[in-house]
T-cell receptor, first 114, second 112 residues
């Protein structure tokens, strides 16, 4: 079974630009969560989508948004990029949205903001 | 104060040593506890998953959860150079929301 895929793998943007990252979950998985990983803060939860609905949101500004499509694929968007948005953005999928569901991570998209 | 605290290391041990990795947490609502392994430039890979207090063993890996002390541990026996990675503890609440709270990770190097 194919794992979680994320595109693009690497991205360089400049301050003020916007970026869209894509995640394809494992086949049959309906929940997709997004995380930001930085050396200083570690992995931080951004948001979770299940059946095209955002079910939970972490403590990030409104510049960070996402959506999920009917095929469970998800995108996240960051508008008005700041230098501090440079990070590894990880997507994780699970079969359902309940706590305790095993989440499987993709390889991440490494974003560098100049 | 972060909800999950983890010593970032780095930790270097000789091959064959027993490794102990630990996390503490402050939120008593956490019910599910996980350990992930992350190799450089890869996404985290689930190693161990436990529910509530107790021990769980899987091969060379043993996970322990002590909810009374809000303390979890991962032990690696007979460590191998291939175990060199960053180990992340993670936990979640029993609220039906699928979000994980992570420690910052401990970088482990096993020296041949």
């Amino acid at each position: 079974k194919a794992g979680v895929t994320q595109t693009p793998r690497y991205l360089i943007k400049t301050r003020g630009q916007q970026v869209t990252l894509s995640c394809s979950p494992i086949s049959g998985h309906r929940s997709v969560s997004w995380y930001q990983q930085t050396p200083g803060q570690g992995l931080q939860f951004l948001f979770e989508y299940f059946s095209e609905t955002q079910r939970n949101k972490g403590n990030f500004p409104g510049r960070f948004s996402g959506r999920q499509f009917s095929n469970s694929r998800s995108e996240m968007n960051v508008s008005t990029l700041e230098l501090g948005d440079s990070a590894l953005y990880l997507c994780a999928s699970s079969f359902s949205a309940g706590d305790g569901e095993t989440q499987y991570f993709g390889p991440g998209t490494r974003l560098l903001v100049l | 104060q972060k909800e999950v605290e983890q010593d970032p290391g780095p930790l270097s041990v000789p091959e064959g040593a027993i490794v102990s990795l630990n996390c503490t947490y402050s939120n008593s609502a956490f019910q599910y506890f996980m350990w992930y392994r992350q190799y450089s430039r890869k996404g985290p890979e689930l190693l161990m998953y436990t529910y509530s207090s107790g021990n769980k063993e899987d091969g060379r890996f043993t996970a322990q959860v002590d909810k009374s002390s809000k303390y979890i541990s991962l032990f690696i026996r007979d460590s191998q150079p291939s175990d060199s990675a960053t180990y992340l503890c993670a936990m979640s609440r029993q609220t039906g929301a699928n979000s994980l709270f992570f420690g910052t990770g401990t970088r482990l190097t096993v020296i041949p």
